[in-house]
C-alpha cells in the first residue's frame, strides 16, 4: 500500500495535475471500485408508470425474480429516460412494506374491509360495470337515444 501521505486528496491533486480536485485526484478507491446496481440485473422489463396518464416508459431491472431498480427508459420519446418524483417512487410501490397482496372489499355502508378473493373481485367489478351500463346500451352495443 506503500505510505498513506499520497492517498490524500490534496497530494493526489499536486501530483496528477488536477489543481481543483474535479478529475481523478477527486476518487477514492472505495469510488472507483463501486458498479451500478443495474449491472447484476438478469433482465430489463419495459413498463410504463402507473402514476398518471402521462405514459412515461420505465426500465424495470429484475434480479433472482426481484425488481431491484426502476429507471426512466432512455428511448421513451415522451419522457426521454426521465421520470418525476413519483414515477422515481416507483420501487417503493412495488416492494414496500406497506404492500397490499390481497383485494380488500368494504361492504355499502360497511365500516370495516375485509379480504376477498382475487377472482370473486373481478367477477364484482364485472358485474356492478355490466347493471351499470346494460340499460343504457342498445341492440347494438351502442348508446340508445333514450339514455340521455
Not at 65 to 81: A, L, N, Y
Not at 87 to 97: D, R
Request: proline share 9%; net charge positive; hydrophobic share 35%.
Amino acid at each position: 500500500m506503500g505510505n498513506p501521505l499520497r492517498q490524500w486528496p490534496l497530494l493526489r491533486q499536486v501530483r496528477e495535475g488536477d489543481p481543483f480536485g474535479r478529475g481523478a485526484a477527486a476518487k477514492s478507491r472505495t469510488s472507483a471500485e463501486l458498479r451500478p446496481r443495474t449491472v447484476t440485473a438478469d433482465q430489463v422489463v419495459k413498463s410504463i408508470c402507473p402514476y398518471c396518464g402521462v405514459g412515461c416508459a420505465q426500465n424495470i431491472y429484475v434480479k433472482d425474480e426481484e425488481i431491484v431498480h426502476i429507471e426512466g427508459d432512455p428511448d421513451s420519446p415522451i419522457s426521454r429516460g426521465r421520470l418525476c418524483p413519483k414515477g422515481a417512487a416507483t420501487l417503493e410501490l412495488a416492494t414496500g412494506p406497506a404492500r397490499r397482496y390481497q383485494v380488500l372489499y368494504r361492504r355499502p355502508h360497511g365500516t370495516d374491509w375485509e379480504p376477498m378473493a382475487l377472482d370473486t373481485a373481478l367477477d364484482l367489478v364485472a358485474d356492478v360495470t355490466a347493471a351499470a351500463t346494460r340499460p343504457r346500451l342498445g341492440v347494438r352495443g351502442r348508446a340508445s337515444p333514450h339514455s340521455r
